[in-house]
C-alpha cells in the first residue's frame, strides 16, 4: 500500500513539473500580454486571440505530462492503478483549471481524451518496465 501511495504522489510531481516546463516553453515561444486575472472577460479575450500553436501546444504539453507521470507513478508502484491515479488527479485538476479560466470547448475536450490515453498508455508501460 505504501508503495501504491509513493507511486501516486511522484506521478503527481512528475505531471505537475512537465506541466509547469511545457507552459514556460509554450509562454516563452508565444509571448502574450498579462492580464488581469480577476477580470473574466480580459482573459476570455486573452484565450481568444492566442496562437494557434499556443493552444495546441497546450493539449500537448498535458499528453506528455500525463503520459510521463503515469508512467513513472506505475513504474515506482509497480502498479498501474499509480499511474491511473496520478493521471485520474491530472484530469481532475484540469477541469479546475478550465472552470477558473475560460477555454475553448475543443481544448477542453481534447485534453481530457489526452490526458486519459497518455494516462493509460504511461501506466501500461511503467507497469511493464
Request: positive net charge; aromatic residues 8%; proline residues 5%.
Amino acid at each position: 500500500m505504501l508503495k501504491l501511495i509513493l507511486g501516486v504522489v511522484v506521478g503527481v510531481v512528475v505531471i505537475m513539473a512537465l506541466v509547469v516546463a511545457g507552459e514556460f516553453a509554450l509562454h516563452a515561444a508565444f509571448p502574450m500580454p498579462t492580464p488581469d486575472m480577476s477580470d473574466p472577460e480580459a482573459m476570455r479575450t486573452l484565450m481568444a486571440n492566442a496562437p494557434m500553436g499556443a493552444k495546441v501546444g497546450l493539449v500537448v504539453v498535458y499528453f506528455i505530462a500525463a503520459l510521463g507521470g503515469a508512467f513513472i507513478g506505475a513504474k515506482t508502484a509497480a502498479r498501474r492503478l499509480a499511474g491511473w491515479i496520478a493521471a485520474g488527479a491530472m484530469a481532475a485538476l484540469t477541469v479546475m483549471n478550465f472552470l477558473m479560466l475560460p477555454h475553448p470547448t475543443w481544448i477542453i475536450a481534447a485534453s481530457l481524451v489526452v490526458i486519459a490515453a497518455g494516462g493509460w498508455f504511461g501506466a501500461r508501460a511503467g507497469a511493464k518496465a
